[in-house]
């Protein structure tokens, strides 16, 4: 039988470099991304560009929005949960006429002596 010694090596390990962070957010966004980011249609990104809900910037005649910008429009279209409105009661009905002679009609004009009396 035969005995092997093992020696165990005792000096650190170099470190790893640090892992390549992930590209930040970009400054701009077009509107491609605008759209793609809230599933709506180039067209409607467009119209609220025009109608001044979305701030965007024009750079060498091409339409950019900012990040932030982005973000504000966004946080600016939420709204607060609403409960639906009660019904609306409508006026009481007059109570309607038993045709003569019906039971409806005895039983009414009895209880009507009644109170009479």
Do not use: Y
Request: net charge positive; proline share 11%; charged share 20%.
């Amino acid at each position: 039988m035969t005995v092997t010694q093992t020696t165990w090596n005792t000096t650190p390990l170099p470190l790893r470099p640090p892992a390549p962070r992930a590209p930040a957010a970009p400054a701009f966004m077009t509107i491609r991304d605008v759209a793609a980011a809230c599933k709506l249609s180039e067209t409607a990104v467009r119209r609220a560009i025009s109608e001044g809900e979305l701030t965007a910037v024009k750079l060498r005649s091409r339409l950019r929005i900012t990040r932030a910008d982005f973000d504000v429009w966004i946080a600016s279209q939420r709204h607060a949960p609403t409960r639906p409105a009660p019904p609306q009661r409508t006026a009481t009905r007059a109570p309607r006429v038993a045709p003569a002679g019906s039971f409806r009609a005895l039983l009414h004009a009895d209880t009507a002596q009644a109170q009479t009396r």
